[in-house]
């Protein structure tokens, strides 16, 4: 027997069973209960794979949307890093927002101009070593062309 309720757009639907077929005492609720238990798992083995599917995929897209301003500046530093003669004055792209990856690239376009700076400095002392070196050598060289060119002259 089924008694079937309508309120206020809900519809309920109670199932009663004759208990005196049962077994026990309380055979029309576990028989019911039973049906409903059967039909939740069935509902949930198909919907279940459905839905972590569709988690999967937007976990998968909404990381690649965060990871994006990662991978600017991961190829941004590949260029620096392959380039034979990089335009260190670009800096890294730094995102538009106020997060750890800002912070991230901010630090690292503050670290590339100090490196630049401590390159400019180490060219500036080679050339200047290197001019310090080659001025005496060329006294030393022009000395001794003289002196294998011939006698010294008279001095009066």
Not at 11 to 38: K, S
Not at 72 to 82: C, K
Not at 107 to 114: G, S
């Amino acid at each position: 027997m089924a008694l079937v309720l309508a309120a206020a757009g809900a519809v309920t639907v109670v199932q009663f069973r004759d208990a005196a077929h049962e077994a026990d005492p309380d055979g029309a609720l576990r028989g019911l209960t039973d049906d409903i238990t059967a039909d939740l798992v069935r509902e949930l083995v198909t919907i279940l794979p459905i839905v972590l599917v569709i988690a999967a995929v937007a976990a998968y897209l909404l990381s690649r949307a965060a990871l994006r301003p990662v991978d600017r500046i991961r190829a941004a530093a590949q260029t620096l890093t392959t380039t034979p003669h990089p335009d260190t004055d670009a800096p890294l792209p730094v995102p538009p927002t106020d997060d750890e990856i800002a912070w991230l690239a901010t630090t690292l376009n503050t670290m590339l101009t100090r490196l630049q700076r401590a390159l400019a400095h180490e060219q500036q002392f080679v050339a200047d070593a290197s001019h310090e070196l080659r001025t005496p050598l060329a006294l030393l060289t022009t000395e001794l062309e003289l002196r294998c060119a011939g006698p010294d002259p008279p001095t009066s």
